[in-house]
């Protein structure tokens, strides 16, 4: 079920991050640009999912510079993470331990790229409670900073309010100064 449900919001994430039509009012892809976060809308005639993420010009992560991005519907949360840290071989299920400002936990996790790992993420109550969030795997420790997503919560918890609901023919954009 969780290997569905990743799999699901990987392309989900995928049209919606990498598609270059995600900026045109036709397209089932709305974006709010909050600094350098990014918050997406997605669905065909309703919202049915919402992504927020780091904007990015890399085509890889380096090191000390993972990419990330957390998709989310109505059910479930994913917490998609390329780090150059991370070398791993073929698609399979992954212990992970992520570290936020509520504790640690251990969620379901899969790797699936030779620096990809997809993991069920929680709440986006986790997103305000500290500075950043730690994932330790295989003796790797990679760490994502979330400075400046404050700015992008609003949106992000607006867009999760959304699904379901009808999707405007139009794109909203706003930014704040970097």
């Known amino acids: 079920m969780i290997r569905t449900a990743l799999i699901a919001f990987a392309a989900i994430a995928a049209i919606a991050t990498a598609s270059s039509a995600a900026a ?14 990014e918050v997406v809308k997605a669905g065909q005639g309703t919202i049915s999912a919402c992504v927020i993420g780091l904007r990015s010009d890399a085509s890889a992560p380096s090191a000390g510079k ?6 989310a519907d109505k059910d479930f949360a994913i917490l998609r993470m390329r780090a150059a840290e991370w070398t791993f071989s073929g698609a399979r299920s992954i212990d992970v331990t992520l570290t936020t400002g509520k504790g640690d936990s251990q969620p379901g996790a899969m790797v699936s790229g030779r620096d990809l790992i997809d993991i069920a993420f929680g709440s986006e109550s986790e997103l305000s409670t500290g500075g950043h969030i730690d994932i330790k795997t295989e003796g790797t420790t990679v760490r994502l900073s979330l400075a400046g997503i404050a700015d992008a919560l609003p949106a992000y918890r607006d867009c999760l309010a959304s699904i379901g609901k009808p999707a405007n023919g139009y794109q909203v954009q706003a930014s704040i100064a970097r």
Do not use: D, N, Y
Request: no cysteine.
């Open 24 to 37: 045109q009012g036709a397209s089932p892809v709305r974006t709010l640009t909050k600094g350098q976060w």
């Open 66 to 71: 993972p990419q990330f991005m957390i998709t």
